[in-house]
């Protein structure tokens, strides 16, 4: 039975995330490891994180000196990691019980080496308020107009680990990767609501920031001009609200 490596970068979430670390523990597939990275300056929170870690002997944590952000926390629980399989769990989403037994199986059976899941979207409450559904794959030429991915929805065979590494973003750190990963593997779907992401209200200094992220993906990533980069930055945004819609139940 093959070892699964969850990564789960921590800073404030402290009201999901003893929910997130049981959703990952609660799987029935067993043989795992949960990397959990402290990744916050104020460790008031820190030993409220050893109580839910010492609760199994799956979970280890890691504790960064400061603040380094979402980015290098994931690459430093990539490189930490033991198993074949890497899959990212953020701090205040959840699994359904069968996520990695099922999506390991559609893994294995098709040899993909890379597979995200459908997921279901929920509000800070818990209820349940939209469905994201997925396609069967995904190329670059698709994605490079909308991020359809859900983070917490994705593993990774371990074969893939030298391209593994999130650049240095507030916002569209995944975008980046699985843009890079998607020039050479096409990323496969596993059409089943598997797991439950949480939509936090977000203020617009993030809505801002997100912008400006995409921008970067164009020019910076991808090395598009600045026309090209501002209309694609259009076509993201566009995709982004339709997909709203899309999504509400």
Same mark, same amino acid.
């Given at each position: ?44 929170? +820190? ?22 952000? %979402? ?33 390991? !199986? ?6 993909? +080496? ?5 997921? #279901? ?5 818990? /209820?349940?308020?939209? +469905? ?8 670059? !030429? ?8 859900? +983070? ?30 998607? #020039? /050479? ?15 936090? /209200? ?14 970067? %993906? ?32």
């Amino acid at each position: 039975m093959d070892l699964v490596s969850i990564i789960i970068p921590y800073y404030k979430k402290k009201e999901y995330i003893y929910s997130t670390i049981k959703s990952a523990l609660n799987q029935n597939y067993k043989n795992l490891e949960i990397i959990v990275i402290y990744d916050d300056n104020d460790k008031s929170d +820190l030993d409220f994180i050893k109580k839910i870690v010492n609760l199994d002997k799956k979970i280890k944590l890691i504790i960064n000196k400061k603040n380094f952000g %979402v980015a290098y926390s994931r690459n430093l629980g990539i490189k930490k990691s033991k198993g074949k399989y890497i899959a990212f769990l953020d701090s205040d989403d959840l699994w359904k019980k069968d996520k990695i037994k099922s999506q390991l !199986r559609f893994m294995k059976k098709n040899n993909y +080496l890379i597979t995200h899941t459908n997921y #279901q979207i929920i509000n800070e409450e818990d /209820k349940l308020i939209g +469905l994201m559904e997925i396609k069967e794959k995904l190329e670059y !030429r698709n994605l490079i107009y909308s991020c359809d991915i859900g +983070l917490s929805t994705v593993m990774i065979d371990k074969k893939l680990k030298n391209s593994l590494k999130f650049p240095n973003m507030k916002t569209k750190e995944d975008y980046v990767l699985w843009l890079k990963l998607s #020039q /050479k593997n096409t990323i496969y779907g596993l059409q089943k609501n598997l797991v439950l992401w949480r939509k936090n /209200k977000n203020d617009l200094s993030y809505t801002v920031q997100k912008i400006k992220d995409a921008y970067t %993906v164009y020019s910076k990533f991808l090395k598009f001009n600045l026309i090209k980069s501002l209309i694609f930055v259009i076509l993201l945004s566009m995709n982004f609200i339709k997909k709203a819609f899309i999504q509400k139940t």
